[in-house]
């Protein structure tokens, strides 16, 4: 596919990627993190980094936005390679590693690791206190609720209200790790209106801190912020 046939034309009143120069940092490349690479590749961003030192299994396929024909690869060399083919213009970055020591990321985080604990670390070593990133989006799901914060890590009051929302370990009913009991409504919805977060932060609309989809009965949607 060439670059002529790749028109974000419709969307420009909305989110015009031309104006927007933020990397895309996306870590932990699962149900999750792979649909959000492809939204964020759809939304017009131009640079995404990818980690994950995962390989793509069979049960990635239903839930992700992985290709059969990817089981067994990397799943941030599988994205890489997916995405690069529609949208030849987008640089995107793999890195086939668990983030584990102290990176400086720059640009919009995603955090999508499985683990409060490990999210934790990566938000301690990584985002906290990091000048260079404005914003950092936290996914959570579960089999039919999705949970999501946005964070200025610089802003205290944020700081204080993210941690003490994740100061419990993974056996707390919030969490569950995406790729234990998940169904692909929930991961799309979920994963939209993370990405929507960042619409919205762009265009300096009002920005919930704290957003929470129901799914189970009747469809809810709870909104909050905390400054």
């Not at 690479?37 to 239903?62: C, F, M, Q």
């Amino acid at each position: 596919m060439n670059n002529q046939t790749v028109s974000f034309l419709r969307q420009m009143d909305i989110f015009n990627p031309d104006c927007f120069c933020q990397p895309c940092c996306i870590i932990g490349v699962g149900a999750i993190g792979s649909r959000l690479a492809e939204n964020l590749a759809r939304l017009g961003i131009k640079r995404l980094e990818l980690y994950d030192g995962d390989t793509v299994k069979s049960h990635n396929i239903p839930t992700g936005a992985f290709l059969p024909n990817s089981m067994g690869t990397h799943k941030v060399d599988a994205m890489e390679k997916q995405l690069s083919l529609v949208f030849p213009k987008i640089k995107i970055f793999a890195y086939r590693q668990m983030v584990k020591e102290a990176i400086k990321f720059r640009g919009i985080v995603f955090l999508c690791v499985d683990s409060m604990a490990a999210r934790r670390e990566i938000w301690k070593n990584c985002i906290k206190h990091n000048p260079a990133v404005p914003l950092m989006v936290e996914i959570r799901i579960g089999p039919r609720h999705g949970i999501i914060y946005t964070v200025n890590p610089l802003d205290l009051k944020e700081i204080e209200c993210w941690e003490q929302a994740s100061a419990y370990g993974d056996g707390y009913n919030e969490q569950l790790p995406c790729t234990l009991r998940a169904v692909i409504t929930t991961v799309n919805i979920t994963v939209g209106l993370a990405v929507d977060q960042l619409i919205k932060w762009h265009s300096q609309q009002w920005l919930a801190n704290c957003m929470v989809v129901g799914l189970q009965d009747r469809p809810v949607l709870v909104a909050d912020r905390w400054t």
